[in-house]
């Protein structure tokens, strides 16, 4: 197995539901990557060691991903120059209301890119863009999936489409 060069970290394990179709979709890229379950809160002290030696450890990009007053990913951004993505996950209460404007209202000088509620597809997506920005062979298998995606869409709208 190669050297992951993408971090999944999670507050929880209870987030790890959540976080699984981000998983997928970097395995179904052949993107390596590693799934930690660190909180901001309850052990502060990894969530330092983690970030700040993330990219000596070959990391290039960073999904952080927690719910409630969800620091995570500001923390770990905090720490790192990598760029992290964060996933507000929906708690018991508000939504995920709490986590979304906990992770997107970072103020000026440590951005976190935010992806919508749950949307841990969406930030694996995003990570695999950034790393397609260098890596042809990634590129190429963005546009194929950008194409896969364009062709079942149009099949919808043969099965749908109809006047009345
Ligand atoms: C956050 O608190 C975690 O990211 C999780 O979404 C939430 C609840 O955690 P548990 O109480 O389920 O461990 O830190």
């Given at each position: 197995m190669s050297n992951p060069i993408v971090g999944i970290v999670m507050g929880s394990q209870s987030d790890l539901e959540v976080m699984e179709p981000a998983a997928k979709t970097l395995e179904e890229f052949g993107i390596p990557y590693e799934i930690r379950v660190i909180?901001?809160?309850?052990?502060p002290h990894v969530a330092f060691e983690y970030a700040s030696k993330a990219r000596e450890n070959g990391l290039k990009v960073i999904i952080g991903a927690a719910g409630g007053a969800a620091h995570l990913a500001g923390v770990l951004a905090g720490l790192t120059t990598l760029p992290v993505i964060g996933v507000p996950v929906m708690g018991k209460s508000l939504s995920g209301l709490d986590s979304l404007l906990s992770m997107v209202?970072?103020?000026?000088g440590v951005p976190v890119g935010c992806v919508g509620v749950n949307a841990s597809k969406n930030a694996a997506l995003l990570a695999v863009r950034m790393l397609g920005i260098e890596d042809k062979a990634v590129a190429d298998k963005l546009e194929a999936f950008k194409k896969a995606q364009a062709e079942a869409v149009v099949k919808m709208d043969q099965q749908v489409s109809r006047q009345g």
């Open positions: 909180s901001a809160h309850r052990t209202q970072m103020p000026p």
